[in-house]
C-alpha cells in the first residue's frame, strides 16, 4: 500500500500572521512547536514521513488561511503567490506531495478563476476551504461559481474548520470548548447541512466535498436527519432526493485526520461505505506515527485498507496509481 494523506498543512512567512486567531485557541508552547513544523516543506517533514511510513502528503495552507484577509484584492494576490509556492514545492518532490489550492473566495469569480488555473496549470488536485469567509458560507449564491468550477473541473472542496464568526450562546463563560476540540466540528458539520439544505448538491450533483475529522461527527446521525427531516417544518425548502443522507453518502467524502480510534472509523465504514473514506494525518497537529500506525493495525479488511489509504485518494484527486501495490 502507497499511503496518501490528504489533511497536510503547512504555511509560509509570509501568511503566518493569519494564523492568530487560531495560535490564541493553544497552549503556547503546543502552538511554537506546530509552527515551526507548519514552515518546513522539506528534511523534517520529509524525515517524519519516513519514519511513520507515509509516502504522500497532499498539502493545504494551514487555517484559516488568506480567507482571514480583509482586502479582496490582497487575498487574490496571495492565493496566486501561494499556489504557485505550493506547485514549486510538489515539483521538487513529485512522489511525496500533492497539494489543495488556496481560494480567494472573497471574491467569487476570481476564486473560481483560480481554482482552474491551480488545477490546469499548476496540477493542484482540488481546494481546501476554512469555513466561512467573513461570515459568508459556501451554500451563499454568490459562490455558485466556485462549486460549478469545481465540478467541471472534477475535483473536490475540502471543507477544513476554522474559528466561527461568533460562539453561539451556549459557549459564554466556555472559551475551552471554542476550537478543535469541540466548536470546530459543530460548525463544520452545520456548515455541510446549510450546503445540503441550501440545494448546493441538487445544483451541482457530481460536486465532490471531502471532510476531516472522520467526517465531523456526520456519519454516526445519518438515520436522525433522515427521521427528523420527515418531521420538521420544511420552511418551503425542496430537495431533490428524499432523505438528507443520500447527499451525505453521495456527495461527501470524510477523511480520517485527528481521528485515530477504531469506533468512529468502523461507524463511518458501516454508514457511508469504504469508498467515501480517505486517509489523512492533520500534521502538524496530530502525530503522523500515531496515524498510520492506526490504519496499519484498524480491524477493517486489507480491500478496505488499501481502499482508504491508497486507492480512494488515486481516483479522487486524480494521482497516476502507483506501482508499488506491494500489499499492506
Ligand atoms: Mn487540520
Known amino acids: 500500500m502507497k499511503l496518501i494523506a490528504l489533511e497536510e498543512h503547512f504555511v509560509t512567512a509570509d501568511l503566518v500572521g493569519h494564523g492568530a486567531s487560531t495560535a490564541s485557541i493553544a497552549q503556547p508552547h503546543v502552538w511554537a512547536e506546530a509552527s515551526r513544523r507548519l514552515l518546513d516543506l522539506n528534511e523534517e517533514r520529509l524525515a517524519a514521513m519516513d519514519a511513520a511510513g507515509l509516502d504522500m502528503q497532499v498539502l493545504s495552507l494551514n487555517s484559516p488561511g488568506i480567507q482571514a484577509e480583509t482586502d479582496p484584492a490582497a487575498a487574490v494576490r496571495q492565493a496566486t503567490t501561494v499556489n504557485d509556492f505550493l506547485a514549486g514545492v510538489i515539483a521538487e518532490h513529485p512522489d511525496r506531495f500533492s497539494g489543495f489550492a488556496a481560494l480567494p473566495l472573497q471574491d ?90 441550501g440545494g448546493v448538491f441538487d445544483d451541482f450533483p457530481k460536486a465532490k466535498l471531502l471532510l476531516g475529522h472522520m467526517g465531523e461527527g456526520l456519519p454516526y446521525v445519518l438515520w436522525r436527519l433522515d427521521s427528523r427531516w420527515g418531521f420538521h417544518a420544511h420552511h418551503g425548502i425542496e430537495l431533490k432526493r428524499e432523505r438528507p443522507s443520500e447527499y451525505i453518502r453521495h456527495n461527501l467524502y470524510i477523511t480520517t485526520s485527528g481521528v485515530c480510534s477504531s469506533a468512529p472509523l468502523l461507524a463511518a465504514l458501516l454508514s457511508m461505505g469504504a469508498d ?17 500506525q492506526f490504519l496499519r493495525t484498524a480491524p477493517i479488511s486489507d480491500a478496505d485498507r488499501l481502499k482508504i489509504g491508497q486507492q480512494n485518494a488515486e481516483k479522487l484527486l486524480h494521482l497516476t496509481p502507483s506501482s508499488a501495490y506491494a500489499g499492506v
Open 276 to 292: 467515501h473514506i480517505l486517509f489523512g494525518t492533520d500534521y502538524p497537529f496530530e502525530d503522523i506515527e500515531t496515524a498510520t
Open 108 to 197: 467569487p469569480a476570481a476564486a473560481a478563476d483560480e481554482l482552474e488555473r491551480a488545477v490546469a496549470q499548476l496540477g493542484l488536485r482540488g481546494a481546501l476551504v476554512n469555513a466561512h469567509t467573513h461570515g459568508t458560507y459556501l451554500d451563499d449564491p454568490a459562490l455558485r461559481v466556485v462549486w460549478e468550477r469545481a465540478e467541471h473541473l472534477d475535483v473536490p472542496l475540502y471543507l477544513h474548520p476554522a474559528n466561527g464568526v461568533d460562539a453561539a450562546h451556549v459557549f459564554s463563560g466556555h472559551p475551552e470548548l471554542v476550537g478543535p476540540m469541540w466548536s470546530w466540528g459543530l460548525d463544520t458539520a452545520t456548515h455541510v447541512l446549510r450546503l445540503i439544505f
